[in-house]
């Protein structure tokens, strides 16, 4: 029972509880890190509760196992970010999982091995299936759960007709991704295939 003389402020108590909850969310850290076979670079968080098993692998060159819009990845560490001052959330593409181990490189070598492989798979799928498209590359997720295949002339219709004949034809998840000259091609505002971005973030102290 509540002493009447007590005074019980329960917003207060509340706002204190969104605190705490905001405080175990928010990332240790945040890092850009390069991914894929057609580089993408794009910020991801580190959690409170990994951080320390991680930090000697968050400097430039450090490879860590990313979770992607794509699945899981090997991806290498370009730089720490600075403090973001104004407490504002930054968005990010996804999380870094953990350190890369030498199994995970294992596994890159056997995914790399086997997207040579099926190559030239891709390429007869594509021509039978009379899409306009050129495929340039291809690449299969660190846990082998999603291929990646990167396309020249990527116009959206050819690009998600070669995703749905993929999937009909039970080949699995494809993520298709255009190309440009000089990279991935912008991810489409309203969803669709594509990659993440880049820019600035913060680390807690």
């Known amino acids: 029972m509540i002493s009447p003389n007590v005074v019980v402020d329960e917003p207060a ?6 605190q705490m909850v905001e405080s175990e969310e928010r990332p240790a850290c945040l890092v850009l890190v390069r991914y894929g076979q057609v580089p993408v670079v794009a910020r991801f968080g580190v959690s409170q509760a990994l951080y320390p098993m991680v930090a000697d692998q968050l400097n430039r060159g450090g490879r ?33 999982l953990r350190a890369a181990s030498a199994e995970d490189l294992q596994a890159a070598a056997r995914m790399a091995d086997r997207s040579v492989a099926e190559f030239s798979d891709w ?30 002339n990527g116009q959206d219709a050819e690009v998600t007709r070669l995703a749905l004949l993929a999937a009909a034809a039970g080949l699995g998840i494809v993520h298709v991704q255009p190309v440009l000259s000089d990279g991935p091609a912008p991810k489409p505002t309203g969803g669709g295939c594509g990659s993440g971005g880049c820019g600035s973030g913060g680390c807690s102290s």
């Open 123 to 152: 390429e007869n799928r594509i021509t039978n299936w009379k899409l306009q498209l050129q495929l340039v590359d291809l690449e299969w997720t660190l846990d082998g759960k999603h291929v990646v295949l990167y396309v020249l």
């Open 64 to 96: 860590v196992v990313v979770n992607t819009d794509r699945g899981v990845e090997l991806g290498s560490v370009l730089e720490r970010l600075r403090d973001d001052s104004t407490g504002n959330v930054t968005p990010t593409t996804g999380d870094v």
């Open 13 to 18: 108590v509340e706002a204190v509880d969104d």
